[in-house]
């Protein structure tokens, strides 16, 4: 069981960063892929970043060169780190952690664990 727990999300102007917090407990090391999406309203959740143990670590087009995402295993802790923040990157963003090794990252149906979200709304 892996528990998840997201925390700063905010709302901030275009242009402005942001940094997403995943507090990773219970059996961390049972996760092979950790990764970050996003839902807006009347849209499929979609994956923005993902990290596995393997050192794999990719993002959706739209979201390259301005987040990295990054992870602290003493702190048992995912980031976040989002730059240049758009209107279209409003949503309500969630961690994810999953202990399939084949498949998508990007695949959220192949995700076992799921936090509740934390809002991250940008205004033009």
């Known amino acids: 069981q892996v528990r998840l727990v997201e925390s700063g999300g905010d709302s901030v102007q275009s242009g402005g960063s942001l940094r997403l917090s995943c507090a990773v407990s219970g059996n961390p090391q049972s996760a092979y892929y950790m990764g970050w999406f996003r839902q807006a309203p009347r849209k499929v959740r979609e994956g923005v970043a993902a990290i596995n143990t393997d050192g794999f670590i990719d993002y959706a087009n739209s979201v390259k060169g301005r987040f990295t995402i990054s992870q602290d295993n003493a702190k048992n802790t995912l980031y976040l780190q989002m730059n240049n923040l758009r209107p279209e990157d409003t949503a309500m963003y969630y961690c994810?952690?999953?202990?399939?090794?084949?498949?998508?990252?990007?695949?959220?149906?192949?995700?076992?664990?799921w936090g509740q979200g934390t809002q991250v709304t940008v205004s033009s």
């Open positions: 994810a952690a999953r202990k399939l090794r084949i498949g998508s990252w990007s695949d959220f149906g192949l995700y076992n664990y």
